[in-house]
Structures are given as C-alpha cells and as structure tokens.
C-alpha cells in the first residue's frame, strides 16, 4: 500500500516513528531540506516524481498517497 510506504520514508526522513494518516508534514518540523530528501526516496522507491509545488499542497501521508495514486504523479 503507498500510504505504508510513503509514511515510512516520511518517518526515515524526519526521524520520527509516530506519523498518522493526517499529520501534517509542516506540523512535524518538515522543511524544504527535508521535503527535497522525500522528493528524491519518492523517485527512487516508489518510481514515481511527484513536483514540489504538489508536495506542500498535500502535506499529509494520506493526501500525498491520494496524488500517488492517481494518474497525476509520472514516473521519472
């Protein structure tokens, strides 16, 4: 499931292991450092590139893995 997947490089990445569905990333302490590192773990697990503008519209696991999901994010 991507949400599995993108929850566990969002906690990787902000080196937290008790991110839900609908924290948002900002919340969290993410910042654009650490949104590129995501951007990056995003194109080379899942195969996907999902724009920076798009990535601070959906700010939570569950919002990021809807756009994944959907025909939007192209593969690199």
Known sequence: MIADRVRAIWCRELRRDDIADDDDFFA?????????RIQG????ELGVEVPIDQMF???T???ISAYIESS???AP
């Open 41 to 44: 773990a995003f194109i080379e």
């Open 72 to 74: 939007d994010a192209v």
């Open 28 to 36: 969290l302490g993410g910042q654009s450092v650490i949104l590129a």
């Open 61 to 63: 696991v569950s919002s």
């Open 57 to 59: 519209v959906h700010s």
